[in-house]
C-alpha cells in the first residue's frame, strides 16, 4: 500500500468529501480567473477587428493618404464579414459617446456569467457542507491527529513525537 492510498484510506468519509468540493472550488477559482482575464482584455478583440479600418482613417486624417471611399467601404465590409465569421456582436459604446461602435465576443461575457454562477454554487455548497458535516469534520480530524500520536509514540522517534505533540 503506497503512502497516498494509506493517507486516502486514513481519512474520513466528509473530509474526503470536503476535499473534493474543494478541489471542485479550486478549479472553478481558475475558470473564474481566466474569464476575468478575457473580459478584461476584450478591448483588444474590439481594437483587433477595426485596426485595418481604424489605420485607414487615421492615415486619411494625418493626410499620409487621401480619402478612397472604394478602399474605405472594403475595409467596412471586410470589418463586417469578421464579425459575422467569428460571432462578434457590434455594440453602442454609451461610454464614449453616440454612434461609436464596439466589437464584442458574447462567448466572453457568457463565460463570465458562468463561471461566477458556478463559483458561487461551489462556495454556497461548502459552506452548507461545513454546517452540516462539521461535527463528523471535527471528529475525524482529532482521530486523525491520535493516528498521527500513536505512530509517533510507537515510532520511538523523540522528534517525530515533539512534531507532533507541536501540531497536534
Same mark, same amino acid.
Given at each position: 500500500?503506497?503512502?497516498?492510498?494509506?493517507? =486516502?484510506?486514513?481519512?474520513?468519509?466528509?473530509?474526503? #468529501?470536503?476535499?473534493?468540493?474543494? =478541489?471542485?472550488?479550486?478549479?472553478?477559482?481558475?475558470?473564474?480567473?481566466?474569464?476575468?482575464?478575457?473580459?478584461?482584455?476584450?478591448?483588444?478583440?474590439?481594437?483587433?477587428?477595426? =485596426?485595418?479600418?481604424? #489605420?485607414?482613417?487615421?492615415?486619411?486624417?494625418?493626410?499620409?493618404?487621401?480619402? +478612397?471611399?472604394?478602399?474605405?467601404?472594403?475595409?467596412?465590409?471586410?470589418?463586417?464579414?469578421?464579425?459575422?465569421?467569428?460571432?462578434?456582436?457590434?455594440?453602442?459604446?454609451?461610454?464614449?459617446? =453616440?454612434?461609436? @461602435?464596439?466589437?464584442? +465576443?458574447?462567448?466572453? #461575457?457568457?463565460?463570465?456569467?458562468?463561471?461566477?454562477?458556478?463559483?458561487?454554487?461551489?462556495?454556497?455548497?461548502?459552506?452548507?457542507?461545513?454546517?452540516?458535516?462539521? +461535527?463528523? @469534520?471535527?471528529?475525524?480530524?482529532?482521530?486523525?491527529?491520535?493516528?498521527?500520536?500513536?505512530?509517533?509514540?510507537?515510532?520511538?522517534?523523540?522528534?517525530?513525537?515533539?512534531?507532533?505533540?507541536?501540531?497536534?
Amino acid at each position: 500500500m503506497t503512502v497516498a492510498t494509506e493517507e =486516502r484510506d486514513s481519512e474520513g468519509v466528509a473530509t474526503s #468529501q470536503l476535499a473534493k468540493i474543494d =478541489r471542485a472550488l479550486a478549479e472553478t477559482k481558475t475558470r473564474l480567473s481566466r474569464a476575468r482575464f478575457a473580459a478584461r482584455h476584450e478591448i483588444e478583440t474590439a481594437a483587433d477587428v477595426a =485596426r485595418p479600418l481604424d #489605420q485607414y482613417g487615421h492615415a486619411v486624417a494625418v493626410k499620409r493618404r487621401a480619402p +478612397d471611399p472604394e478602399e474605405a467601404r472594403r475595409l467596412t465590409l471586410e470589418l463586417l464579414e469578421r464579425v459575422e465569421t467569428e460571432g462578434l456582436l457590434l455594440e453602442v459604446a454609451r461610454s464614449h459617446g =453616440r454612434g461609436l @461602435l464596439f466589437a464584442r +465576443d458574447p462567448r466572453v #461575457q457568457v463565460e463570465l456569467a458562468d463561471a461566477e454562477r458556478a463559483k458561487t454554487e461551489i462556495v454556497n455548497r461548502r459552506r452548507d457542507f461545513l454546517t452540516e458535516h462539521g +461535527d463528523a @469534520l471535527k471528529a475525524e480530524a482529532d482521530a486523525s491527529d491520535m493516528r498521527e500520536m500513536r505512530d509517533a509514540l510507537a515510532s520511538d522517534d523523540p522528534a517525530r513525537v515533539r512534531e507532533a505533540l507541536a501540531t497536534g
